[in-house]
């Protein structure tokens, strides 16, 4: 099939309200210009461990804050995304503020503007699950590319698609019976925003597979945000279960990160 005649989300649905709004950080964002990471985010770049001197590319910048901690740590950091006014935000961030090599252009995922072997760290974080299966084996392909023979590619992604299929209409009814609406659109819960972008959400196995197909290895894992929840002793026991022991966790644990390598 002609890639003019696949799915594609226009980069217009992210509006500067959507990377203001919506997407993961933007309340550490909108304090603080990108100098604070939220949890999410901090935790998938301390998975990345840039150094000073190496070439950082962050497929999907968004609003460019992940750039900024690139540079500040040392690295050339560059950055790509196919969103307009995504590339409008990063720049403002850069701007006067980033200590080392830095730069952002309007890009697609599927055909990275870098030479092959360039990269000593690629990112991707919050992007995956925007991309069509089509879009997304491309976008791979590509990363592995541009990346070094060394390198390493590390995503981040939500939510785990397992969650959204299968313990979300268990959450949902216990909730329900509680007396607090939960809507049956999982990705309308707390980001009505998602309901139309969140095209392809992956689970650790699906991650997995695709990076395979792709010529990767890769390291794929599971986490959750804090609960901090104050529940009664069975309610505490069971949600231990569930975010603790095998099989269970593999369908409630929430957020998919991976570190790849080219095989």
Not at 67 to 82: E, K
Not at 105 to 121: E, N, V
Not at 136 to 156: M, S
Request: charge should be positive; aromatic fraction near 12%; hydrophobic fraction near 45%.
């Amino acid at each position: 099939m002609p890639e003019s005649n696949r799915p594609a989300l226009s980069p217009h649905l992210y509006t500067e309200e959507y990377f203001r709004e919506a997407c993961e950080g933007y309340d550490e964002f909108n304090e603080t210009n990108g100098a604070r990471l939220s949890r999410r985010l901090q935790a998938a770049f301390a998975v990345a461990q840039v150094t000073r001197g190496m070439r950082v590319l962050d497929v999907g910048c968004g609003r460019g804050e992940i750039l900024r901690h690139c540079a500040a740590l040392g690295a050339a950091a560059f950055g790509v995304d196919y969103a307009p006014v995504a590339v409008e935000l990063s720049r403002q961030v850069l701007d006067g503020k980033a200590a080392a090599p830095a730069a952002v252009a309007q890009s697609d995922a599927k055909r990275l503007p870098f030479p092959s072997g360039s990269c000593d760290r690629v990112l991707m974080f919050d992007v995956v699950e925007h991309l069509y299966p089509w879009e997304l084996q491309a976008a791979f392909h590509e990363v592995r590319r541009v990346l070094h023979a060394d390198g390493l590619f590390v995503l981040h992604t939500a939510p785990n698609a397992w969650y959204d299929r299968f313990a979300y209409p268990l959450v949902r009814a216990m909730r329900r019976m509680g007396g607090t609406h939960y809507p049956a659109n999982p990705r309308a819960l707390n980001t009505p925003a998602n309901v139309e972008v969140h095209v392809n959400e992956q689970s650790a196995f699906s991650l997995w597979r695709a990076l395979r197909v792709a010529g990767f290895g890769s390291r794929v894992w599971l986490e959750s945000p804090p609960q901090n929840r104050t529940e009664r002793a069975p309610l505490a026991a069971l949600r231990h279960v569930s975010f603790r022991w095998p099989p269970f966790r593999w369908f409630f644990e929430r957020e998919v990160f991976a570190v790849a390598w080219k095989l």
